[in-house]
C-alpha cells in the first residue's frame, strides 16, 4: 500500500497496515529541539530547523527526514501562524538552551525583568506582547489580555474578531498546499483554522493586538455555566462563517484532503472531563454536528477531534457529533485503558494517537520501554482496522532521539 492507501484503508475502519504519523497535523509534530536532535542522530543535513508553529515550537519534518521515518500523513494547513504573523521570511532565533532555529520574519520579540521572551502579535512590538517563553523555556504560553468589560454590554462579535471571511490569496495558498502534499504520495490531513469552538489556545486572541469580549481563560469556562446565551451566540456564528468557508475551500482543494482536523479544544483532564454531559450536549454539540453534517454531506473528507485526558465517557457524545476520529488517545488518563476504548468504541471511531505515552516512557523512560508501550498498544490498536499510529499529543522538548528512533523501529518492525 502507498501512505495514502493505508490512511484511507485506516479512515473507513478496513484491515490493513496502520498509517504512521508524526507531524502530520498540529498535535502530532515534534518540538524543534527534537527535530534537529533527530537529523544528528540519522546522519542528515545539519541546519537549523523551521519553526512554523511558535506557540508549541514544533519543528519542520523536512522531506529527507520524512523519508528516514517512515511518516505517512502530510499536512496542509494556512499561511499564518497563531500570532497572526506569516511563516516566511526566515531568520535565526536563539533559544536559552543555545539552539538555533529559524522563525518568520513576523516572530518578534522583547524580553521581559526575568528574561523570558514575549512573542508580539503580528510582529507589533507595539502592541501589548500576547505570550511568553519563561527564561530557559521551551514554549509560549498565551498571556490573559481580558479588557475590563461592561456584563450588560458584552457583544459577541468581540469574540469573532480574528474569523473573517477567507481570502482568495489564503484559498490560493492551501490549493497550492494540498497539490504539493498529494504529490508527496502520503496521506492528506487538513487544518484549516475557524471551527475549533472554545478552544483555550485560541480563546486568549493571541494574533490580535488589542482582544475584545471574554479572553481570560477561567473567565470563558466561567461563561461556559454562567453566560451561556451569550456563548452560544458566538458559536452559532462562528459556525455558520466556517461553513462557508469550508465550502470556498472544498472548491479549491476537493477531495484532495482525506481528513480534516476540526477542533482541538480539551474536554479532559488528567482524571475526569472538564464539563458535564449536559453542558457538552447543550452547548457544544449542536455546533459540532452543524460542521460535521456539512462536511460529510458536502466533501469526501473524514474529520478529526482532538481533546486530550480522561473524554472515555464523552465518546459517545463525539461519535453522535459525527466525529470520524478521536486524538491524541491520551491512555495514561483515568479510564483510558486501550483495551477497553477499542473493544467498546473501535467499530465507531477512529483513534489517532495512543502509540506511546509522551509524559513519561517517551521523555523519561529507556529505548526498550519506548519499544514495550509501542508494540502493545499497535497490537491492541490496529485489530480489525481504524488506527492511525502517533504518539500521544507532540513529542516535548528534550526528548532523547534514541527514544524517538525507538518508537520508528517499533513500528517499522510491527508492520
Known amino acids: 500500500m502507498t501512505s495514502r492507501e493505508k490512511l484511507k484503508t485506516a479512515l473507513a475502519h478496513e484491515p490493513g497496515p ?49 523519508e528516514a521515518l517512515g511518516c505517512d500523513v502530510e499536512e496542509v494547513s494556512g499561511e499564518n501562524t497563531k500570532f497572526g504573523f506569516p511563516k516566511t521570511g526566515w531568520k535565526e532565533w536563539r533559544m536559552d538552551n543555545g539552539l538555533v532555529v529559524l522563525v518568520p520574519s513576523g516572530f518578534m520579540t522583547t524580553t521581559n525583568a526575568a528574561g523570558g521572551h514575549f512573542l508580539h502579535p503580528m510582529g507589533d512590538t507595539a502592541a501589548p506582547p500576547s505570550a511568553l517563553m519563561p527564561r530557559d523555556g521551551y514554549y509560549f504560553d498565551p498571556l490573559s489580555r481580558q479588557p475590563d468589560f461592561d456584563e450588560d454590554e458584552l457583544d459577541p462579535r468581540d469574540n469573532l474578531e480574528e474569523y473573517a471571511p477567507i481570502s482568495q490569496e489564503a484559498l490560493e495558498y492551501l490549493a497550492a498546499a494540498a497539490k504539493r502534499a498529494v504529490a508527496s504520495g502520503r496521506g492528506v490531513a487538513g487544518n484549516f483554522g475557524g471551527t475549533a469552538l472554545g478552544d483555550v489556545a485560541a480563546v486568549p486572541g493571541p494574533a490580535l493586538k488589542h482582544p475584545r469580549g471574554i479572553r481570560d481563560v477561567e473567565e470563558w469556562y466561567v461563561s461556559t455555566l454562567t453566560r451561556q446565551d451569550f456563548i452560544h451566540e458566538v458559536f452559532q456564528r462562528q459556525t455558520d462563517l466556517a461553513i462557508e468557508n469550508l465550502g470556498k475551500i472544498y472548491d479549491a482543494v476537493g477531495d484532495q484532503i482525506d481528513v480534516v482536523y476540526v477542533c482541538g479544544a480539551d474536554f479532559g483532564s488528567q482524571l475526569s ?51 470520524d476520529c478521536l486524538n491524541p488517545v491520551q491512555c495514561s488518563a483515568a479510564g483510558m485503558d486501550p483495551r477497553g476504548l477499542k473493544k467498546d468504541f473501535g467499530r465507531d471511531i477512529v483513534f489517532w494517537g495512543g ?16 519499544r514495550r508501550e509501542a508494540l502493545e498498544r499497535l497490537s491492541i490498536f490496529t485489530e480489525g482496522g481504524g488506527y492511525v499510529f502517533s504518539a500521544v499529543h507532540n513529542i516535548q522538548a528534550n526528548t532523547p532521539a534514541e527514544n524517538i528512533a525507538a518508537l520508528v523501529d517499533a513500528y517499522k518492525s510491527f508492520t
Open 18 to 66: 496502520a498509517p504512521f504519523d508524526i507531524g502530520g497535523h498540529v498535535c502530532s509534530g515534534m518540538h524543534a529541539a527534537c527535530v534537529a536532535a533527530l537529523r544528528e542522530y540519522y546522519g542528515l543535513d545539519n541546519h537549523p530547523v523551521k519553526v512554523f508553529e511558535p506557540m508549541q515550537m514544533l519543528g519542520e519534518i523536512e522531506e529527507d527526514l520524512k
Open 273 to 323: 472531563t472538564l464539563c458535564s454531559p449536559e453542558t457538552f450536549i447543550d452547548l457544544y454539540m449542536p455546533y459540532y454536528q452543524k460542521v460535521n453534517n456539512w462536511i460529510h454531506g458536502h466533501t469526501g473528507w473524514k474529520t478529526l477531534k482532538h481533546s486530550c485526558g480522561a473524554v472515555r465517557s464523552f465518546i459517545p457524545l463525539l461519535i453522535e457529533s459525527g466525529f
Open 355 to 370: 502509540g506511546v505515552d509522551t509524559q513519561r516512557t517517551l521523555p523519561f523512560g529507556t529505548p526498550e520501554e519506548v
